[in-house]
């Protein structure tokens, strides 16, 4: 009998389900009296707490479709791991408990960057892990998409289409705020796909003269609107310049919601422009998945499932190439795939008359 865990960590997405699906279907299709599976509620949060229930494979049926997760998310930092919990509780040795006390032959789980760095940590604490690539901001070292970032590319181009209309029809400059703190794979993505006009992320610190020339070219060239895409966490070229602790002063101090009303209020008063903003939020990580993630998690859910069958642990199911692979999670856990400035996507859109604010 191979016993088998599953928690979904970090925030939520689309194709957790259809993840889960793909690890269930592969392990019990023609196992399915030798395989028993035990869901983990609420992330990391339930193995540490022992919050878990016995499933079987029926309840992980027709789940393909549905966005979210049917065990919970949760979110338990990495950095503060290896501190107590408000109980006192030492969270890893309660982890390492759950695990033992269900005799699990293996965990999968599936989440982002602060997800596999406590995952690899388990597997260095003597469990046996396998990991699915799960984010919208695609961010994940060692895999050529993660699932749930095609969804969201969807949703916030769709945004990006919809505020085409009222700013045609209004003759203003609309910034659409996209998720992203970290990098711009989302709103690059969608910036491109729903045809805007100036695009800034945070690994291009942008100049707002730069942004201001770009909007003043279209009015000089009779184009009477401007569509700004802008991730959560795009920075200004002087902000960029700033440590760590200072941006982090600065931001906390600020006055505007967030970086793009800051930028909205500079347009207005350089340009004497009227320019509103649309923040998506939460939208962009919710509801079904896209076909392409329908794909790509099924055959992530499944290769995991071959590579538990293989007894193969302590690795990460990627897709390269498109293909399925097993990277070791210790070229994953700690590390952020940042868009490449000069890559060639960059360079294409900056061709057809795309500013990066550079």
Not at 28 to 39: A, H, P, R
Not at 316 to 337: H, R, S, Y
């Amino acid at each position: 009998m191979i016993k088998v865990g599953i928690l979904t960590s970090g925030g939520d997405c689309q194709g957790l389900n259809g993840a889960m699906y793909g690890v269930v279907k592969g392990l019990t299709e023609t196992n399915k009296d030798k395989v028993e599976i035990y869901g983990i509620l609420d992330g990391y949060t339930g193995l540490i707490n022992g919050d878990y229930k016995k499933m079987k494979p029926e309840e992980f049926e027709n789940i393909l479709n549905f966005g979210g997760s049917i065990l919970g998310n949760s979110r338990q930092p990495f950095k503060k791991i290896n501190e107590p919990d408000e109980n006192g509780k030492d969270k890893v040795e309660a982890m390492k408990h759950t695990y033992k006390e269900l005799g699990l032959d293996c965990l999968v789980i599936l989440g982002g960057n602060g997800t596999h760095k406590t995952a690899n940590l388990l597997y260095k604490e003597g469990l046996n892990v396998v990991t699915l690539p799960k984010t919208i901001d695609n961010d994940l070292v060692g895999t050529d998409v993660s699932f749930g970032f095609q969804s969201a590319v969807d949703i916030a181009t769709n945004t990006i289409d919809c505020i085409h209309t009222t700013a045609a029809s209004h003759s203003r400059v609309f910034i659409v705020e996209l998720m992203g703190h970290k990098t711009g794979w989302l709103t690059l993505h969608a910036g491109i796909a729903g045809g805007s006009d100036v695009i800034l992320i945070p690994e291009i610190p942008y100049d707002l003269d730069k942004v201001v020339e770009a909007i003043n070219k279209r009015i000089n060239d009779k184009k009477h609107f401007t569509i700004l895409a802008v991730a959560e966490g795009a920075i200004s070229k002087d902000d960029a310049q700033l440590t760590k602790k200072q941006y982090k002063a600065k931001v906390a101090s600020r006055r505007y919601p967030s970086v793009s009303y800051e930028i909205a209020d500079q347009i207005q008063e350089k340009c004497g422009v009227e320019v509103r903003v649309a923040v998506p939020g939460h939208t962009q990580r919710g509801g079904s998945p896209c076909p392409y993630d329908r794909v790509l998690c099924t055959r992530l859910g499944s290769a995991a499932a071959q590579a538990i069958m293989d007894g193969k642990f302590g690795c990460m199911i990627a897709m390269i190439n498109n293909k399925t692979k097993c990277v070791p999670l210790g070229e994953v856990a700690g590390k952020l795939k940042t868009v490449d400035p000069d890559s060639q996507m960059i360079q294409e859109a900056k061709r057809i008359g795309i500013s990066f604010g550079d």
